[in-house]
């Protein structure tokens, strides 16, 4: 899934489309609203978002105070939906992160040794490319147990290799560059040349195809809670998906709304991500 | 120049690598909780039977040195003897077989949606590329992959079935339907259509941004002014020309696309119980049927390997340009 995804967001159409900039923008501020909201959950349902506020099963919009309406146990579900919206922007930022350190660390070995070191770190990514990651992610959660760092860790693990294959490609042609070349004429340190030289100029697309990543883990971790993989200690909306199916044909609401936030997160995630790629990716810029 | 058996044997030869690897994966994986691999396996820790761990145990003899239970392991996987699964009272591997059809039938079904329509799709947007009909389409498309699986399930269920009442919510068959054989066939496939719809939007989504631009890049190639100079009409050029050699990239995205589509018939089939492996997943990670999730993960992955396998054979005999070392 997510190899599929980078490949095609970081696609270079010949015949460049304009992406509109408001669109890019409009993205950006959605994405920063949610964020608001997942930081100020504590401010606004400060008992957490497992206590009833009202009536089992209020439809949105029927009860003061209660805009989105209460669940099966009567709790409310913008609360719900406000600390669901940390889990997924948790785990959605933290397993990109792990993966993207991950990737770099093994695509930058490989692609500055070269030779056997090269072809064997090669040769374990592809086996972690092969293996289907959201079968791997569900067996590695059952194994370690569902909590917000085993399923960010297991995320992790099934998302670095796009990376390590873009920096390595970075590595192996940065390092014939002209500049790389001088830094090596004038005895400058191998580490300085790989933190200083070559790694930052590589930071552009691994951005772009991190943001991609994001809104793939925010699915996969999402998918997880939808099967009952979730941290059961935190409110996540792929959860809230599932137990609003049971009731699907009295109150559609409750499935309908949580599976509206993540389209909308993953959506805009996947728009700020192309927008990046347009100004960031070197191939573009021109 | 090297044979075309002697390039078929290092790629087998490279599958079976990948396959070790995913097997030494597993035993890793296996090995890092605490308690042994026999514990992880039995599910001891979610309630299962701690005599089946002592089996377990004497199958692959925990009690040797680590570097001998790996080659048990390994032997045993690589016989493709998966060990016996306690949710289901069978071995692995005929749990797996019980339910392949089901999946099969599936995700076929979904790859064809995906991969005609998506190219359809793309080819459209393509070829009117920067007008409104291109700009929909990627609208579409973006849609189609900010869409979670069992979000956009659940919503087919409540109009096609809850609201419109034309599809029937779930399951394969008509329970006590009875007929023939075209009226069995016809109620599979209504059974059908919803759940390989939902599987397909993603990976339709996806084919369509690629063949787009596939298209775009052939489109602008010297093979196909010279066939529209020898007059060809529009129509023919695309259909003959562009189409089939914009067509090969997204051929490579279907084969590496195999591994998702079975993570994702997990959720499918758990929406509309499907009755196949998918299912067959979810009820495993509910009993925390460790050694048959296991199971499922090893065959899906060598499903993996042997597609990608076959799309490379076809791939250098389509397109005979591709070097058989490449």
């Known amino acids: ?286 | 120049m090297p044979s075309y058996a002697s390039f078929l044997i290092r790629r087998l030869f490279q599958s079976f690598l990948i396959v070790v690897g995913i097997v030494i994966i597993n035993f890793v994986v296996l090995n890092i909780p605490p308690g042994d691999m026999a514990d992880v396996m039995a599910g001891t820790a979610g309630g299962g039977d701690p005599g089946y761990a002592d089996a377990l145990r004497e199958e692959f003899g925990l009690d040797e040195p680590i570097t001998i239970q790996f080659v048990n392991y390994m032997t045993s996987l690589l016989r493709l003897d998966l060990g016996y699964s306690f949710t289901r009272n069978m071995p692995v591997m005929q749990a797996i077989m019980d339910r392949l059809g089901a999946t099969l039938l599936l995700m076929s079904t979904a790859i064809l949606l995906a991969f005609v329509l998506g190219v359809l799709m793309g080819m459209i947007a393509g070829k009117n590329a920067g007008k409104p009909l291109d700009a929909v389409i990627s609208v579409l498309a973006l849609i189609g992959y900010a869409t979670p699986l069992f979000w956009l399930g659940l919503l087919l269920i409540l109009l096609f079935t809850i609201n419109l009442g034309w599809l029937p919510s779930g399951g394969m068959k008509t329970i006590g339907m009875r007929g023939p054989w075209w009226q069995q066939w016809l109620d599979i496939g209504e059974h059908l259509i919803l759940p390989a719809f939902t599987l397909a939007v993603f990976y339709l989504a996806i084919f369509a941004r690629l063949m787009r631009s596939s298209v775009i890049e052939v489109a602008g190639q010297d093979f196909v002014r010279t066939a529209r100079a020898k007059g060809m009409t529009e129509g023919r050029v695309y259909l003959r020309h562009v189409t089939a050699n914009a067509m090969l990239p997204v051929l490579t995205m279907l084969g590496l696309q195999i591994g998702g589509m079975l993570g994702g018939s997990v959720v499918v089939e758990t929406i509309f119980s499907w009755p196949g492996l998918g299912r067959m997943t979810y009820d495993a990670i509910f009993a925390r049927d460790v050694n048959l999730l296991l199971g499922v993960l090893f065959m899906s992955s060598v499903c993996v390997v042997v597609t990608n396998l076959l799309v490379d054979l076809l791939y250098s005999w389509i397109d005979p340009r591709i070097g058989l070392n490449g």
């Open chain 1, 1 to 286: 899934m997510t190899d599929a995804a980078v490949t095609v967001a970081t696609e270079t159409p010949l015949r460049r489309r304009k992406r509109p900039r408001a669109v890019f923008i409009s993205g950006i501020a959605m994405l920063a609203l949610i964020a608001l909201a997942a930081l100020t959950a504590g401010l606004f349902w400060p008992a957490g978002p497992w206590v009833a506020a009202g009536e089992p099963y209020t439809p949105p919009m029927t009860a003061p105070g209660l805009p989105l309406g209460t669940d099966v146990l009567g709790r409310d579900v913008a609360a719900m939906l406000a600390y669901g919206a940390r889990v997924s922007m948790l785990i959605g930022i933290a397993s990109t992160l792990a993966a993207a350190i991950l990737g770099i660390v093994i695509g930058a070995t490989a692609g500055y040794a070269r030779g056997w070191v090269d072809d064997a770190l090669m040769r374990f990514t592809e086996v972690f490319q092969t293996i289907p990651s959201f079968m791997f992610v569900i067996v590695l959660v059952v194994i370690f147990t569902p909590t917000i760092a085993t399923i960010t860790l297991a995320i992790a693990v099934v998302s670095w290799p796009p990376v390590a294959r873009l920096v390595r490609a970075e590595f192996l042609s940065l390092s014939s560059r002209e500049f790389v070349q001088s830094c090596r004429l004038i005895g400058m340190h191998p580490a300085r040349i790989v933190f200083a030289e070559i790694l930052p100029n590589c930071f552009s697309s691994v951005i772009v195809v991190s943001s991609v990543m994001v809104a793939t883990a925010v699915l996969v971790e999402a998918g997880l809670s939808f099967l009952g993989l979730g941290d059961p200690n935190t409110a996540s909306w792929g959860g809230m998906v599932a137990n609003g199916k049971a009731v699907i044909r009295s109150s559609p609401y409750l499935s309908i709304i949580p599976g509206f936030a993540i389209f909308v997160l993953v959506l805009c995630i996947n728009v700020v991500g192309e927008g990046l790629n347009d100004r960031l990716n070197p191939r573009m810029r021109n």
